[in-house]
């Protein structure tokens, strides 16, 4: 059963082959349209100038006809004997011409009457129409039957003009019972004035004129109904022919739309000419055909002709595909067969070259890379395994990555009761204790104090930073590190000992990634020295070598083998068991020291043990200062309980613990203090009442600190001044251009009592 998943699979044959012959076919399709679209209109420019050409020959031709008539029977009204008649007939009529006369002359009618009866009979015209001025009009016609309504009628608007002097002859087409007359009128002169007006009629023979002159199928109708036509064809009957022209071509809708369309009469093709004839009846109107069967049929043959070559071709053509297909397959098998075997494992398979063309090479190629693969899969299986260690080196890695923020996550949370244990440490060795008591409290603060060295320092190390190098001094560095790996260093039973050149010159360098590789260079030393012996030293030196300060970190450990010293900076390569190192340590370290312009150097000692030497160019420029500490009594030393009488002081913070500690110890100090333990109640107290000094934590629930510094700073400028951050937190770089560009203090948990006091002062004394 086939679902809708299952893969139709097609041979190259199929996949060249359909698509050449729906290309081809295509083409020939488009060519043959276009062919026959070229030819079929080119055949109805050719006929449809064919047709305008008849009609106007047509037109002409009764033009000419119309001249022929009036002259010839102008020549009959000149004769004698008729002006004769004329004048006997006018001497018969009573008074002058005009003037009044006397009732009809019946006699003069009689005259007239004889001479048209006359011409009737010399066959001068089958219907002769008389009319004077004074008589009723007389009418002699060859067949008696003839309607003398109609005669009339088809005469009266010539007559008038020819009466009137508007014309001095009219030759027009008439329709008299269903017969089309040429009819001429004249007028008829006596003495110089017109008498009357003589009309002419003979049946009219245009269409076998027409043909015999352009050879062109014709037919008369009016109305939509034919009165005479000239067809090749002569055996076609008016009636059928009505019909089939009433099935063919639609009502006529205007006296001379001059339109040709496409017809076809009696299982021909024709085109037709659909034009008025000048005529009194603006419905008599000509059909001019020209028929088109035999171009058509020529068309038809030739378009059937190209297709059978067409056809012939595509199959011809299929062939040829096919058989270069099969031949350029062959070879296409033996690499398929190649590849399988390549593929179950079997790289000695070899295609057999037989060509020098473009298989030829592409079979050596394969060869060639069969070859290759074969090599390439044994440094695979080599590689493999060293990926799986990587593999597993960088989970560790990532573990490591983890934990430092974790570290720094928990070192940021111990900040608030750090503060509150150091303040309240100080609040106690202000009052009066004993002994014992003043000693424990004394620990305390000591205690504290070295938690927050170490929370500090736990913090620098995790924070992320950008790379900046600014003159430093190594010593500081070293001893922060130590304070890193205290815990680690102490229950593994090392001992560490520092000489730190005090005159040791400053290096231009970033003091974050020269921490990271004095903390992993000293933690590999304590790891070599807790895997080989239950106890050890490390010692550490600082001095000045030259252009260079030169640091160096010797351990009591195993040492390093001599065939891994030169690999120990390669990435990833570590002698530990997997999971307990990634093998990167080092190679950082190796690529940090050499960004800096300097160099690191492994050796073994010669009692036994490593040794790290490295060395970074000096910068040229001071040592810098260590920033000055605080004395941790001096909150206890100048005691003043006058110092803020008269200063009042509000402190927001959401740690109670912080809020009563800073209340008791400036109350102590003589300031009122307010507090707040979120931003909006601080808002509320402060347009409650107006506070000398501003105390705020920058990260609260609520509304942060910057966000009451800047309400603040829109409804009291001047207070605004007087506000001084305190924050646990971890200080962004957008924070500390905030900062600076408001120059705001920011005051880092911990802090001591004599830090909170002096950021008073300098907010006080501004």
């Not at 007359?181 to 076998?208: C, H, M, Q, R, W």
């Not at 009636?239 to 001379?256: V, Y």
């Not at 009692?607 to 500490?629: M, N, Q």
Request: charged share 20%; with cysteine; aromatic share 6%.
């Amino acid at each position: 059963m086939i679902t809708a998943k299952t893969k139709i699979r097609f041979s190259l044959r199929t996949k060249v082959l359909v698509p050449v012959v729906v290309v081809m076919v295509l083409l020939m399709t488009i060519s043959m349209w276009f062919a026959y679209r070229r030819v079929y209109d080119q055949l109805l420019i050719e006929a449809r100038a064919q047709l305008m050409e008849s009609g106007r020959e047509f037109s002409y031709l009764q033009e000419i006809h119309s001249h022929e008539m009036v002259w010839r029977y102008r020549n009959i009204v000149s004769e004698p004997k008729f002006k004769a008649v004329a004048a006997i007939a006018e001497a018969r009529a009573a008074g002058t011409p005009g003037r009044t006369r006397r009732p009809v002359d019946t006699s003069a009618q009689e005259t007239f009457r004889g001479l048209i009866q006359d011409l009737i009979r010399d066959r001068v015209a089958d219907v002769i129409l008389l009319t004077t001025i004074t008589d009723p009009p007389l009418t002699a016609a060859r067949d008696s039957h003839l309607s003398v309504p109609e005669l009339e009628a088809a005469c009266a608007d010539s007559i008038n003009l020819v009466l009137n002097g508007s014309l001095s002859s009219k030759a027009d087409l008439a329709l008299i019972d269903g017969q089309l007359y040429d009819i001429t009128t004249l007028p008829i002169i006596v003495k110089g004035e017109i008498y009357g007006a003589i009309s002419f009629g003979v049946p009219n023979s245009l269409e076998n004129d027409f043909y015999e002159l352009t050879h062109s199928e014709m037919i008369l109708r009016v109305k939509d109904q034919i009165i005479a036509y000239k067809l090749a064809k002569s055996e076609i009957r008016r009636p059928s022919l009505q019909q089939e022209l009433a099935a063919r071509l639609p009502p006529q809708t205007a006296p001379d739309d001059r339109q040709i369309r496409p017809i076809t009469l009696f299982g021909e093709r024709y085109l037709c000419l659909n034009a008025s004839l000048n005529s009194v009846n603006s419905q008599l109107n000509y059909l001019v055909l020209y028929p088109i069967e035999k171009s058509m049929l020529a068309l038809e043959k030739t378009q059937r002709l190209i297709f059978l070559v067409s056809l012939i071709a595509i199959v011809c053509g299929a062939g040829a595909v096919s058989l270069f297909i099969r031949y350029a397959s062959a070879p296409l098998q033996q690499l398929r067969t190649g590849a399988e075997a390549i593929g179950s494992g079997d790289f000695t398979h070899h295609v057999a070259v037989k060509t020098h063309d473009e298989f030829g090479e592409l079979a050596q190629g394969f060869n060639q890379m069969t070859a290759k693969l074969k090599h390439s899969r044994d440094e695979l299986e080599s590689t493999l395994q060293r990926l799986k260690d990587t593999q597993a080196q960088l989970i560790q890695s990532e573990k490591l990555s983890g934990l430092g923020e974790f570290i720094a996550g928990v070192a940021h949370e111990l900040n608030n009761p750090l503060t509150t244990v150091m303040g309240f440490s100080e609040l106690l060795q202000q009052d009066n204790l004993s002994p014992d008591h003043k000693t424990s409290v004394d620990l305390i603060l000591k205690s504290a104090q070295r938690c927050q060295r170490i929370v500090q320092t736990l913090l620098s190390f995790a924070r992320s930073h950008q790379p900046e190098r600014t003159p430093i001094n190594v010593n500081p560095l070293i001893e922060a590190s130590l304070d890193i790996l205290a815990y680690q260093l102490r229950t593994g039973n090392i001992e560490v000992t520092t000489q730190l050149d005090p005159a040791l010159p400053s290096t231009f360098a970033d003091s974050h990634q020269l921490q990271q590789v004095f903390v992993n260079i000293i933690n590999n030393s304590r790891q070599a020295i807790e895997g080989h012996q239950p106890q050890g030293q490390i010692k550490i030196t600082t001095q000045t070598a030259g252009p260079n300060i030169r640091i160096t970190i010797q351990d009591t450990g195993p040492g390093i083998p001599e065939a891994n010293l030169t690999k120990i900076f390669d990435p990833f390569f570590t002698t530990k068991e997997v999971g307990k190192g990634t093998g990167l340590g080092l190679s950082l370290c190796y690529g940090i020291i050499q960004e800096h312009g300097g160099n690191i150097i492994p050796t073994n000692l010669p009692g036994g043990g490593a040794a790290f030497t490295i060395e970074l160019p000096t910068s040229g420029e001071p040592t810098p200062e260590p920033p000055a500490t605080s004395a941790s009594d001096s909150s206890t030393t100048d005691f003043n309980p006058n110092e803020g009488r008269g200063k009042a002081v509000l402190a927001i913070d959401d740690e109670e613990a912080i809020l009563e500690m800073l209340q008791e110890a400036l109350v102590r100090r003589g300031y009122e203090v307010a507090t707040a333990n979120n931003g909006a109640a601080g808002l509320r107290r402060l347009r409650e009442h107006n506070y000398d000094v501003i105390l705020c934590d920058w990260k609260m629930p609520g509304l942060t600190g910057q966000q009451v510094y800047e309400q603040l700073r829109a409804t009291n400028p001047t207070l605004a001044a007087r506000l001084i951050f305190i924050t646990g937190d971890l200080v962004s770089d957008k924070t500390r251009e905030f900062l600076a560009a408001e120059k705001k203090i920011c005051l880092a948990k911990p802090f001591t009592i004599a830090e909170i006091r002096n950021a008073i002062s300098q907010v006080l004394t501004a």
